[in-house]
Every structure is written in structure tokens, then in C-alpha cells.
């Protein structure tokens, strides 16, 4: 497939097709993957209604991620109003073989507007029958019998840890999903979740990045050591902004404060002659939680120059310079 046209940075270095990662194993599951997943939000476009070109367009970044060695490709119900997942399958069902050297991950529980018909309240969702029948919605959207790994995606706060080990335990004997796990969840949730489960909770989606350091310090990653889970981070760049990514999104300049970081991390990206994009990547990469980032960029020269991330080890010392950077005082 043809994987579109871009301009490259000088010290993108972009990692050659079919160039496999290091595999790493997702918490207590036997799934095997890349170190970088691709997340498909974004390519159904920004407006979840893609046109013809949007689609190709879409199709493109799968494959072109495919191509650059992701092998966990990270969904949900909600991207694009569903046209996500039904552009991940399309693209699956392309690339021939694609399916039997991937991992396949789906997030429900954000009820939209119109979800039923005439209901006008987005909410959250963790009853048993909407788990059940949201993961079945996935499934057909991508045009699969199952879900490798099945996330919560917001924390309902109705949530009754009871029905939810319900939901999981239905879904996994009647083979529809692999394994589970939840999204930016609060520790103690996650603990009262786990409680009631028989099967482990492998992974935790949640945001972390040099702009957005909560999970440092809330429990979060901790946590993830303790039950040795694996924390995905979500939007790992801050929004594009710690690279050369999507700066158009609305409220990242309001969100994220990342002037001192992007000087603190284009020095570091000169020292190692790559992008900061890879730097900004590798910091994490670096905790020993084992933390994969989400990369979800579309543009197939971002896609492959995220790969470089995997190809340096940042020193003690860079790694703690930018944490002060991204801190904005020095460690006490």
C-alpha cells in the first residue's frame, strides 16, 4: 500500500519497512508486541464523517504503521462515532496475514448523545449488558470473532466492580475477548475492579507524557509496578507539541504549558542526532513500569520516525533534565 507523501526532518533517521520492534509482553497476558502501539483515533479524520479521500487517507496510516513494526493497534467504540474501528478492519482485511501478527485493542463505556435514539445525555457506562454489547459492536465494526484486549475507557462512577467481572467473565468463555483492562482510572478503582475479577487486569490507558506528569505521582504507575501491569500512555507528545505533530488541536496550547520542555528537549535531540519527537518518547520508554506509548500521528514520515524511540536509551541525567524542565523547578 502506498504510505503517502510528507517531508522528513534531517535527523528523523526513518526506520526502513517491516523493520520489527522489541517485543515486550503486556502484563500478566501471553500477548506479545511492539514497544510503540498506534492509536486510531484520528484516522477517520477530525470530524468522525471521512469522505472517500479521508478514507484512503486512513487505510494508508494503518498500514503504515503496520509496515514500521507496530504490531498493537489501540481502538474505541466512540473514535469517529465508530468509523474508526470500521477503518482499522478494512485496512486488517487488506494487508494480507495482517491479522495473525497483531494485537487488537478496543476501549467501550462513553455513551454518546443519540446512544440509544433520542437520549441527550452523554454518559458513562459500565453495566454489564452494555459492556457486552459494546465489545460486540466492536467486533463487527472491525469484522473479527475477537478482541485481543478489551479496555473500560472512563471511570463510571455507578460502577459496580461485581458486574463488571460479570461482563469480562461472559465475554471471555464465549471467546469474544482475550483479555482486559481499564483507562484512566483511579488506583483505587482500578484495586476494587481487580478485587472482583478472576482474571488479571493487564493493562491501564492513561494519559502520560513530559506535559502531563499526574500518573508520576498520583498512584498510577506505581500501581502498574505492583500488579505488574502495563501502562499505555495516551497522548505521549502532549498533543503534537513536544514534536512536530497536531498543534491544531484547539486546546493544546491552552492545556499544555511546553516551552521549557521543547528547548530542554531539542537540546537532547541534538545531542543523540534524532528528532525531539524520539526523545520525548524514550523518556518514557525509559520507566520501569514498562510504559507504552500511543503514537497517533497519521502521517506515515511521523509514524516511522516515532520507531527511533525505541533505538536510544536516554541517561539517567537527560532523562532527569527533562523531568525538571517539564516540573519547571528543580528536584528539592
Same mark, same amino acid.
Given at each position: 500500500?502506498?504510505?503517502?507523501?510528507?517531508?522528513?526532518?534531517?535527523?528523523?533517521?526513518?526506520?526502513?519497512?517491516?523493520?520489527?520492534?522489541?517485543?515486550?509482553?503486556?502484563?500478566?497476558?501471553?500477548?506479545?508486541?511492539?514497544?510503540?502501539?498506534?492509536?486510531?483515533?484520528?484516522?477517520?479524520?477530525?470530524?468522525?464523517?471521512?469522505?472517500?479521500?479521508?478514507?484512503?487517507?486512513?487505510?494508508?496510516?494503518?498500514?503504515?504503521?503496520?509496515?514500521?513494526?507496530?504490531?498493537?493497534?489501540?481502538?474505541?467504540?466512540?473514535?469517529?462515532?465508530?468509523?474508526?474501528?470500521?477503518?482499522?478492519?478494512?485496512?486488517?482485511?487488506?494487508?494480507?496475514?495482517?491479522?495473525?501478527?497483531?494485537?487488537?485493542?478496543?476501549?467501550?463505556?462513553?455513551?454518546?448523545?443519540?446512544? &440509544?435514539?433520542?437520549?441527550?445525555? *452523554?454518559?458513562?457506562?459500565? +453495566?454489564?449488558?452494555?459492556? %457486552?454489547?459494546?465489545? =460486540?459492536? $466492536? !467486533?463487527?465494526?472491525?469484522?473479527?470473532?475477537?478482541?485481543?484486549?478489551?479496555?473500560?475507557?472512563?471511570?463510571?462512577?455507578?460502577?459496580?466492580?461485581?458486574?463488571?467481572?460479570?461482563?469480562?467473565?461472559?465475554?471471555?468463555?464465549?471467546?469474544?475477548?482475550?483479555?482486559?483492562?481499564?483507562?484512566?482510572?483511579? &488506583?483505587?478503582?482500578?484495586?476494587? *475492579?481487580?478485587?472482583?475479577? +478472576?482474571?488479571?487486569?493487564? %493493562?491501564?490507558?492513561? =494519559?502520560? $507524557? !513530559?506535559?502531563?506528569?499526574?500518573?508520576?505521582?498520583?498512584?498510577?504507575?506505581?500501581?502498574?509496578?505492583?500488579?505488574?501491569?502495563?501502562?499505555?500512555?495516551?497522548?505521549?507528545?502532549?498533543?503534537?507539541?513536544?514534536?512536530?505533530?497536531?498543534?491544531?488541536?484547539?486546546?493544546?496550547?491552552?492545556?499544555?504549558?511546553?516551552?521549557?520542555?521543547?528547548?530542554?528537549?531539542?537540546?537532547?535531540?541534538?545531542?543523540?542526532? %534524532?528528532?525531539?519527537?524520539?526523545?520525548? !518518547?524514550?523518556?518514557?520508554?525509559?520507566?520501569?513500569?514498562?510504559?507504552?506509548?500511543?503514537?497517533?500521528?497519521?502521517?506515515?514520515?511521523?509514524?516511522?520516525?516515532?520507531?527511533?524511540?525505541?533505538?536510544?536509551?536516554?541517561?539517567?541525567?537527560?532523562?532527569?533534565?527533562?523531568?525538571?524542565?517539564?516540573?519547571?523547578?528543580?528536584?528539592?
Amino acid at each position: 500500500m502506498a504510505d503517502g507523501q510528507g517531508i522528513l526532518s534531517e535527523k528523523s533517521n526513518p526506520i526502513p519497512k517491516n523493520t520489527p520492534m522489541d517485543a515486550i509482553s503486556i502484563g500478566k497476558s501471553t500477548l506479545k508486541t511492539s514497544r510503540l502501539a498506534f492509536g486510531c483515533w484520528r484516522i477517520a479524520g477530525w470530524d468522525g464523517n471521512p469522505g472517500p479521500d479521508q478514507e484512503k487517507a486512513g487505510v494508508a496510516a494503518v498500514a503504515a504503521a503496520y509496515d514500521a513494526g507496530y504490531t498493537l493497534f489501540d481502538n474505541a467504540d466512540i473514535y469517529g462515532g465508530g468509523h474508526a474501528e470500521r477503518l482499522f478492519g478494512k485496512a486488517l482485511h487488506e494487508i494480507s496475514g495482517m491479522r495473525d501478527k497483531v494485537v487488537i485493542a478496543s476501549k467501550c463505556g462513553i455513551r454518546v448523545k443519540g446512544n &440509544p435514539p433520542g437520549e441527550n445525555t *452523554v454518559r458513562w457506562d459500565f +453495566s454489564a449488558d452494555y459492556i %457486552v454489547s459494546a465489545a =460486540e459492536q $466492536s !467486533l463487527k465494526r472491525i469484522g473479527i470473532e475477537t478482541l485481543d484486549l478489551l479496555m473500560l475507557h472512563r471511570p463510571d462512577f455507578l460502577a459496580d466492580p461485581q458486574e463488571i467481572a460479570s461482563a469480562f467473565s461472559k465475554l471471555q468463555s464465549a471467546g469474544k475477548v482475550r483479555f482486559f483492562g481499564v483507562s484512566n482510572f483511579r &488506583p483505587s478503582l482500578f484495586t476494587a *475492579v481487580q478485587a472482583a475479577c +478472576s482474571m488479571p487486569l493487564v %493493562v491501564h490507558q492513561v =494519559e502520560i $507524557s !513530559l506535559a502531563h506528569l499526574n500518573a508520576l505521582n498520583d498512584g498510577t504507575l506505581d500501581q502498574c509496578l505492583e500488579f505488574k501491569m502495563t501502562p499505555m500512555a495516551w497522548s505521549p507528545l502532549g498533543a503534537g507539541l513536544l514534536g512536530d505533530g497536531a498543534k491544531r488541536l484547539l486546546t493544546s496550547q491552552k492545556k499544555y504549558q511546553v516551552g521549557p520542555i521543547v528547548t530542554e528537549l531539542q537540546q537532547i535531540a541534538d545531542e543523540l542526532n %534524532v528528532s525531539k519527537t524520539a526523545v520525548a !518518547l524514550a523518556w518514557l520508554l525509559k520507566h520501569p513500569a514498562g510504559i507504552q506509548p500511543i503514537v497517533g500521528s497519521t502521517t506515515p514520515e511521523r509514524i516511522r520516525d516515532a520507531v527511533n524511540a525505541t533505538k536510544i536509551e536516554l541517561s539517567r541525567s537527560q532523562w532527569y533534565r527533562l523531568l525538571v524542565a517539564a516540573q519547571g523547578e528543580p528536584l528539592p
